[in-house]
């Protein structure tokens, strides 16, 4: 069981759709949702994925192929 | 009493012990130091610091370090008083602090490697880390050699190896991870959380950004204590700009200056300038930009200090303006052909935007100005390339002289 501390980033257009929805009924991990602001044109959460290595990479990996940037808190890391 | 009390979450306020760690169980706020000013003012005075080394660590009662082991000589950069670069512009007290020879690897990122380093021998650490293609490996490959420490660089691999010469010198193990930028960053953290190590802009980054601070006391001491009306700096994650802030507020706070906060200029390249969109439209979160500037060392595109950017350049009533890449070049070539300082991109950026201020009306002709430069042009001149004067061609002749580079 691993966690991992994340921050999605909707733009515009994906806000009306329920990715997070799909995330839980599609993978097997639990979503921990710490902080949030979802508004007319941007929709950002912090929260957290709790599951096994395999299953958080793939939800991860749904999220962005929908557009979504997913972004680690622990370490905002910086390539110049 | 320590003069650290503890660290600090910058969102909800909860405290926790002085540890590598940077972001908050509860809301995964980043976490900064806490100091006991109190306790640091029956200590601090201009005498006692005027007599410590010529380096950043004679300001070592408002850092978080008990014992310096690395990094013993970066800072105290010159504070050049720029006159031909002041008249040009109608400036008559423009200051240039000049950290494009900081030592050893000439840009900022020396001052905030010394802290974290050290921070992280004392926490027991032997390795050091980041994720970096730039002047942040630079400057970590270098003090973790000279302090014995391991080091490991991340990169993404399609990066051209030419890039990270200045890095590869010191021998740190270089790991090219196959992917882009954000999955070099996702791994890094995971690895960071994982592995130990003292990642210096993940774990023990509350510490690596207070070195930032000392930009802010060279500044004030150098002007016989007293604080610049105006400031202009450069933002890419938007540290250096709240940490010179935070600086000039702690030297009030412990009263070795008096009088008004600078007003807080920020400078973006326009291909990368997440913080200034927020702040244009008012906004208190950022959204991230896929970067496309030449500005490379400040091309972030989603900045975590972004949001404490915005709100110091409101509460400072500073403002924040961008540069494209033209603009960015003729900053670096004004700087140099007036003060022969040679900065790379973040130094034009910079430059560019002071002008842009001056030119808008927005700086009194007779106000303090210090712009921050704080990178070293020599080590990506590359960007100049053909955006400078031919050499003129002569045979081994003097008639050939006289006629073709004196005239007539």
Known sequence: MNSMKLKLIYPEEKIKEPLLSKVCKNFNIDINIRKANVQEKIGWLELEFIGNDEEIEKAINFLVENGVEVQPIEGQVFIE | ?408
């Open chain 2, 1 to 408: 009493m320590a003069k650290v009390k503890a660290l600090k979450c910058k969102e909800c306020g909860a405290e926790y012990p002085v540890e590598p760690i940077h972001v908050c169980e509860f809301c995964f706020g980043p976490l900064e130091i806490v100091y006991d000013y109190d306790e640091i003012k029956k200590n601090i005075s201009r005498e006692k610091i005027e007599k410590g080394p010529k380096s950043l660590w004679r300001y070592i009662d408002l850092l978080p370090v008990e014992n310096p082991t690395v990094g013993l000589s970066a800072g105290f950069t010159p504070l050049v008083k720029a006159e031909n670069l002041g008249k040009l512009l109608g400036l008559n007290n423009l200051y240039i602090k000049d950290d494009s020879v900081n030592h050893p690897t000439l840009s900022f990122k020396d001052r905030v490697v010394a802290v974290a380093l050290s921070k992280a021998k004392e926490f027991g650490f032997d390795t050091a880390a980041c994720a970096s293609t730039g002047n942040l490996a630079n400057s970590v490959a270098a003090h973790a050699a000279s302090a014995g420490m391991k080091c490991y660089v991340f990169i993404p691999a399609n990066l051209e190896t030419n890039k990270i010469i200045g890095s590869l010198v010191f021998n740190p193990v270089v790991v090219a991870v196959d992917g882009n930028y954000d999955d070099v960053n996702r791994l890094s953290s995971e690895i960071a959380n994982e592995f130990g190590w003292a990642f210096v802009n993940i774990n023990v980054r509350p510490f690596y950004s207070e070195g930032s601070k000392t930009l802010a006391f060279e500044v004030a001491e150098q002007l016989g204590w007293k604080i610049p009306n105006v400031v202009v700096a450069p933002l890419a994650s938007g540290s250096l700009y709240t940490k010179i802030w935070k600086g000039f507020n702690e030297l009030r706070e412990v009263g070795l200056v008096e009088g008004d906060l600078p007003r807080m200029l920020g400078a973006q390249a326009e291909g990368c300038s997440p913080i200034y969109q927020a702040f244009k439209e008012g906004r208190d979160f950022i959204k991230p930009v896929k970067p496309n500037t030449i500005a490379k060392s400040i091309a972030i595109g989603n900045p975590a200090d972004g949001p404490y950017a915005v709100k110091v350049a409101k509460e400072s009533k500073g403002d924040i303006q961008i540069a494209t890449d033209e603009e960015i070049i003729e900053g670096i070539k004004l700087l140099a052909k007036t003060e022969g300082i040679f900065t790379e991109t973040a130094g034009g950026t910079t430059i560019a935007v002071l002008k842009k201020y001056v030119e808008m009306g927005m700086i009194d002709k007779d106000e303090v100005v210090v712009a921050y430069i704080t990178g070293n042009g020599y080590k990506t001149m590359e960007v100049l390339e053909g955006k400078l004067e031919k050499p003129i061609h002569i045979k081994p002749s003097l008639a050939e002289f006289k006629s073709k580079v004196i005239g007539g």
